[in-house]
Every structure is written in C-alpha cells, then in structure tokens.
C-alpha cells in the first residue's frame, strides 16, 4: 500500500529545499509554516496542500501553472511567490513570509473591543481595500481570477503600525483558476470559495470572471465597515441561498456616520448579475471615495467611544458557536465568522434633520467650486488623497509628505519645496539646499515627483526610453544602465533604477537613489520618480510601493 503523503512536519525537517522554523496556520485545505529557504537563507512562508488535493493529476497540473502565472504578476500588493511544485507526493507553495496579520485576526481584534463592534474606521477600510482593490484589477489583467478573496487571504503587515499605513499583500493566488478554464472544482457538487463571500455564480457553477471576485470584494468590506459579513444565515445551505436571492442588506442600518451612497456602491458590487457590478475594483474603490467626500465621515481613535451604533442582532446558532475564521497565508481555512447576539432595535433609527442640511450644506459647497484643498480622512495618521492637486496625476501619499508644484512638475515629499529643482534641473544650488536638509533631518529626503508632457514620445525600445531621461538636465552627466519594461496603474512602459550623482559635490548627499518610471499615456508622456538616499531606499519600499499602486494617470 503506498504511504499517504505529509504535510504535518516538525521543526528542523526539509522540504524540497525548505526547512520548517515553525508553524503558522492550518485551514480546511492547506497548513502553513515559517520555513527558511536553504539555498538564498531568507525565511517564507511554506504552505503545504491537503494529500486529497495532490491525489487529482487534474489538480497538480493547474496549480503549479496557476502558480507561475501569479508569480508573474508584478504587482505590490499581491504576495510574492518564490516557488512551487510537488515534492515527497506534497503540493508546495514558498512565499514572502509577511510579519503581521491577516484582516480576519484584525476584525476578530476589533470584535473585543467594546465600542467597535468588530468595524474599521473609513481611513482604515480605505487604505487596505484600495490596495486590495489594486491588487484584483492587475490579476484580472493577465487573465487570474482569485475565486475566494476574503478576510484571511488579505495580509497586513506590521501588526504594530497604524492600520492605515500598513501594506497590504493579497494572497492564496496559487488556488485560483485562469478565467477561461473550466468553472468549479475537480470535483462535482463542491466550488472553490468561502461561503461568507461567494458570488452567486460560483454556486450556480457558471463561469467565474473578475466580477466575481468584485462581489466577494464586496462582502469582505460590508464586513470590515459592519463588523459582520453581509448574509449570516444559521446554515450553510440558507447563507448560500441568501447570496442568491435575498435583499442586499445596507451599511447604514449599521453606522450612522456613514452616508446612503455606500450602501448604493457597495449594493451595486454584491449584485446577484455580475452584469451589474461594476466592471473594476478599482470602480468601487473610485465610487466610494465620491459617495465619502460628500460627507467626511466621523473617525474616533480606537481608546475613544465609536460614532457607529451597535448592529442589529444576529439569531443565535444553533448548538455551539461556530470558530472564527483562520488563515493566516492563506490556509484555506472554511470556518464561518463567528456570531455576536445584540438587540435590535424595533425601528432603524432616522438621522436628524441637522445632519440632512449638514449634507446639503456640504454639496453647496462643492457645486461652488469653493472646497479645493485635498482631503484627507483623518488627522491620526491616515494617508491623503491628492484630489486635484498633481492634475492630472492622482494619487494617496502619507500625511506628511507635503504638495511642491514647480515648472511643469509637482513633488510629494516631506522636504522643502525647492528641492524640486534636483530633478528638474540639477542646479548647484538645489544640491547645496539638500545636503542642508539631510544634515538636519536626512529621514526627511524621500519622496515623489511627477512630470507630464502632453508630447507623446516613442519610447518602444528601452534605448529611446533611455534617451528620454537623459534628455533631462539632472541626469545628462550621471551614467545611466538600461530601462526595463514596468507597467503603472495598467499602463506600460519602462522603468530605470539608478544614483543621481551631484556634479558638484561638497559633501553629502554626494547621490541621490531614484526609480525612474516612463510611461506612454494616450495624451502624452507621463514621469515618475522615486527618490531617497541611497541607505534609506530599500526602508521606503512599502511606503513606495503603496503610492505606486494608487497612482492614476491620464488615460483621455
């Protein structure tokens, strides 16, 4: 009789080429280990598949070529993947190991905590689902669908930081199918999903498309502004139903700090017709920033009584409370979120007349053009919006990074304005002003700078993409390597790494560490750059990474 493969190992034991640390998760259809990879000395996160997964040839097949395929996807937000195969008769997946928590473990947090009721804070929920949302929009791109996106596939790292600065990574990638494969499992009658967040399609067993993934979406962020997912039912099979035929339920019978528009947008992404969901992540995410700018909503920090009114009940299960969710990596955990008893109010309580004319104030305002400064979503550390300010450039930045406009340019970064000039022009001056500012405070030479030409320009080759940059007075005397084909907000083009040497160097910074990101718009010719000191590059790569993956660009 052949030996069952297995996933359960101990410490110190090797596979193919990992050594297990310790262990993390285990789910419904995969455990999860802190591994170091033997070969490069870096540790992952080693997950190791079910033994009834590996025994479909069906199965294996598809998820090392799923794999490689998300693998390929350079996308900040969606988890690294460094291999994957079968060893020992065990399916395998290494991966960034991510120091912190998955969103189910934050919610649960939340759960405990009296005035919170499980819910994120508009900043907070903001943050993470516009990387989430980042991360879907370039999957769907190259043809992945995620068919489970929920609470424990979305990592935050840094359990420490404030939640709107923490990076998020979209995981569980290896578990997905192209969009033009076949629906379903392997197997009849069972789906790959989580019950709280499938989309009506994925129970009916028609194909699977990136508005699938939209509508789970949108169950994971009813919950997170909530604190329950959207149909919590006391079985399986009535939660199932629920997804396919009841109401949508709205946020604002939950929160009153939150304005009607959510629940049309967040309405609108649970549709049971995909046909009617919208046709992007990145349109939720757009739709909701409008619906919120009309009525900033009210944040309280963590410590501090909560604007939001505690939900309306849940039915007590049945015999014992269900577990709550647990994934960390992605295990592929199943169990249902847990349920909470609260009482319900005889009728939704009506927002005050004050409010109605508070809104009505609000969009006078806007209609008069009179609202222009950016807005920002909270004062305790939330990143900003920039709204109107680097048109027709839009992105999110930290709150200290502050608006520089200059000739044809605009810089984000928490540095004098006239800094600006290092990239513009080199002058001399500009030089001696940063040496200045890293002398004083060398934290604060980092950033961003933004330029857009309304020239288009051939940059087919990376040799014409190399001559576009030189052209720049900056960096006519500093060597340059060769640009290597990148894409920004769905747009391609090219990328350049390097040191922007000082001509006139009295000391330091005698260099400057930049990444150069040139990309072909319909209208014209957009530029990017990062920038840092060359020791402090690699500590701005989250912060770097994040902003990359908000920026949108002029597609007109």
Known sequence: MPTQPRITLEPG???????????????????????????????VALKLLAPELTSHANFRARFVRESELAASVDHPNILPIYGAGEADGVLYIAMRYVDGEDLGQLLNRRAQMPQRHGQLTVAEAMSLFTQAAGALDAAHGVGLVHRDVKPGNILLSGADEPVPARHVYLTDFGLTKRS????????AGHFLGTIAYVAPEQIAGRTAGGRTDIYSLGCVMFQALTGQPPFVRDDDAATLWAHMSAARPKVSDYRDDLPHGVDTVLNRAMAPDPEERQPS?????????????????????????????????IPPPPGPAPKPPSSDHGAGAEDPPSRRQRTRPHAPRRRPPRRVLALLAALIVLV????????????????????????????????????HPGTGAVMYADTP????????????????????????????LAGIMLRYTEEPLNLSTSTQAAEVIRA????????????VPDRVDGVTGWRLDGTLANPNSTGTPDRIAYSYYLLSVPSGTAHLVFFALPDRMEKQDDTFARVRSTIQLPKD
């Open 13 to 43: 034991e090797e596979l193919a080429g990992y050594r297990i640390e310790s262990f993390i998760a285990r789910g419904g259809m995969a455990v999860v280990y802190l591994a170091r990879d033997l070969s490069l000395g870096r540790p």
């Open 180 to 187: 033009a494969s076949l629906t379903g499992f392997t197997t």
């Open 281 to 313: 992540c990145r349109v939720v995410i757009e739709e909701l920033r409008q619906v919120l700018r009309v009525t900033p909503p009210i944040t309280v920090p963590e410590t501090s009584s909560a604007e939001s009114r505690t939900p309306p009940p």
């Open 368 to 403: 008069a053009g009179v609202v222009t400064a950016v807005f920002t979503f909270q004062s305790d550390g939330s990143w900003v919006d920039t709204g109107t300010q680097a048109s027709p450039f839009r992105l999110e930045h930290p709150p200290n990074w502050t608006h």
């Open 417 to 444: 304005d006239h800094l600006i000039g290092i990239f513009t022009d080199g002058d001399k001056e500009q030089w001696q002003r940063a040496e200045k500012v890293v002398d004083e405070a060398p934290d604060k």
């Open 472 to 483: 720049i007075p900056a960096f006519r005397q500093t060597r340059l390597g060769n640009p």
